[in-house]
T-cell receptor, first 115, second 110 residues
Framework: GAGVSQSPRYKVAKRGQDVALRCDPISGHVSLFWYQQALGQGPEFLTYFQNEAQLDKSGLPSDRFFAERPEGSVSTLKIQRTQQEDSAVYLC?????????????FGPGTRLTVT | KQEVTQIPAALSVPEGENLVLNCSFTDSAIYNLQWFRQDPGKGLTSLLLIQSSQREQTSGRLNASLDKSSGRSTLYIAASQPGDSATYLCAANYGQNFVFGPGTRLSVLP
């Protein structure tokens, strides 16, 4: 595709609901990253995939957060039993290859609001 | 802990001025450093990528420099325009993830 796409662009969830956020990376990109961006702050790393393997999930804030990329392309970030502090923009990025000096390309993000 | 800071937090300048945005990172073992632009409610647009072995990169009116040993990078914007108004973020790449700074909010006044 032309770029990284994410859906939905906006999501409003009531506290306690489960949500699923989707990321379609650029075709052929091996690496996929998820970030969380709170209002007025820079993005913070959540997790990283190389193909279908989740190599780093050290940034996931709690066990309510779960990410998968079963076929090495599309990825889903799932948040169970949402809390108000989960309200943020969730950004997905992809890059051509794995570790090292390759440029990341970002999607437009999903703005999650938990009420 | 790997941390990235940016100075200033916000900047307002009249159109036409040249300006410098600063980025500092605590761990110099970076693969590269990337500068992004973020418009309100939008994702990140990559501006410049500097590999750890490079000293600077240029694109149009933008020039980014990297001093890895001192843990610093600067983004120079020449002849600023109102369309440059946005938040500018730097990110240090440590292999499997980027560590972002909090950004500099730039307003260029016509």
């Amino acid at each position: 595709g032309a770029g990284v796409s994410q859906s939905p662009r906006y999501k409003v969830a009531k506290r306690g609901q489960d949500v699923a956020l989707r990321c379609d990376p650029i075709s052929g990109h091996v690496s996929l990253f998820w970030y969380q961006q709170a209002l007025g702050q820079g993005p913070e790393f959540l997790t990283y995939f190389q193909n279908e393997a989740q190599l780093d999930k050290s940034g996931l804030p709690s066990d309510r957060f779960f990410a998968e990329r079963p076929e090495g392309s599309v990825s889903t970030l799932k948040i169970q039993r949402t809390q108000q502090e989960d309200s943020a923009v969730y950004l997905c990025a992809s890059s051509l290859v794995g570790q090292g000096g390759y440029e990341q390309y970002f999607g437009p993000g999903t703005r999650l609001t938990v009420t | 802990k790997q941390e990235v800071t940016q100075i200033p937090a916000a900047l307002s300048v009249p159109e036409g001025e040249n300006l410098v945005l600063n980025c500092s990172f605590t761990d110099s073992a970076i693969y590269n450093l990337q500068w992004f632009r973020q418009d309100p409610g939008k994702g990140l647009t990559s501006l410049l990528l500097i590999q750890s072995s490079q000293r600077e990169q240029t694109s149009g009116r933008l020039n980014a420099s990297l001093d890895k040993s001192s843990g610093r990078s600067t983004l120079y914007i020449a002849a600023s325009q109102p369309g440059d108004s946005a938040t500018y973020l730097c990110a240090a790449n440590y292999g499997q993830n980027f560590v972002f700074g909090p950004g500099t909010r730039l307003s260029v006044l016509p």
